[in-house]
């Protein structure tokens, strides 16, 4: 095995956080700004890229690393937490936003798996976060996805995060699932992704779920979020107070005064 062997455990229900525990010199890596607290003993470093490659093609593998990152919009750096004591230790992760957090056994997925942009959180040392570029110029250009998607290779555990519920799928060979763009999370490399036109003039400009939805085609496992980041930021930027003070609800006459009876009291 290449990667290190790390237990875990998940906590928490709607606002999930992960504990690793972590054998004497065992390392985990993860994405800046998702620790939460750790054990007494434990170094935490910056390090370029995931670190899989960190001892091997010296100055140019570690920029070559580093590189995939920004290309998958995320952080040139990572963090990597190392058990410097002579007894199991423990870190935390904690998911950036309401959701599940989803334990990734590369093992059991033969070795890849592929995922959203920003649904990394953290993973054993070994662990190797690169790049997937679409093949299919309208997947890239309307999948919702971009033409880059994240992929977790090697033989370790990793953890992924999703928002709101998490819907798992086994897929049969050639069964379809049909999916708005921005709600999947991940799949196995044997399922083919691809997008299709909604159609229907009513249904492209009315129906409020844009033109085209995404294609999942088996055989392969996918996991499938019920509420994409991107919803959640839409919903609450829709009902921001706009200038003046007014948020999307306050069309009422009775304004400030009518907060003041519904019960929504912000003082």
Do not use: W
């Amino acid at each position: 095995m290449q990667a290190h062997e790390i237990d875990y455990q998940i906590f928490g229900e709607e606002m999930q956080y992960v504990e690793i525990e972590l054998d004497p010199q065992e390392i985990v890596v993860a994405e800046a700004g998702s620790f939460m607290m750790m054990d007494n003993g434990i170094k935490m470093e910056t390090i370029f890229g995931d670190g899989s490659g960190q001892d091997q093609g010296g100055v140019f593998g570690k920029l070559l690393s580093a590189g995939k990152r920004v290309l998958t919009g995320e952080s040139l750096f990572m963090t990597a937490y190392l058990n410097q004591n002579n007894a199991k230790s423990k870190v935390c992760f904690a998911s950036p936003y309401p959701g599940k957090i989803i334990p990734i056994d590369l093992r059991q997925f033969q070795g890849k798996f592929i995922c959203q942009k920003d649904a990394f959180l953290c993973a054993a040392k070994g662990v190797s976060v690169g790049i997937e570029f679409s093949k299919k110029l309208g997947r890239g250009l309307f999948g919702g996805e971009g033409f880059i998607m994240q992929k977790l290779e090697g033989d370790g555990m990793a953890f992924v995060h999703s928002g709101g519920t998490l819907a798992k799928r086994e897929l049969a060979a050639g069964e379809v699932l049909k999916v708005d763009t921005g709600c999947i999370v991940g799949f196995t490399k044997d399922v083919d992704y691809d997008i299709e036109f909604i159609g229907g003039i009513k249904n492209t400009i009315f129906g409020g779920e844009g033109m085209f939805y995404a294609t999942l085609r088996g055989p392969g496992t996918v996991y499938i979020q019920s509420l994409p980041f991107s919803r959640l930021a839409d919903r609450i930027i829709a009902s921001a107070p706009r200038a003046g003070g007014s948020s999307k609800e306050e069309g009422s006459l009775l304004g400030g005064i009518g907060r003041l009876l519904d019960g929504d009291n912000r003082f």
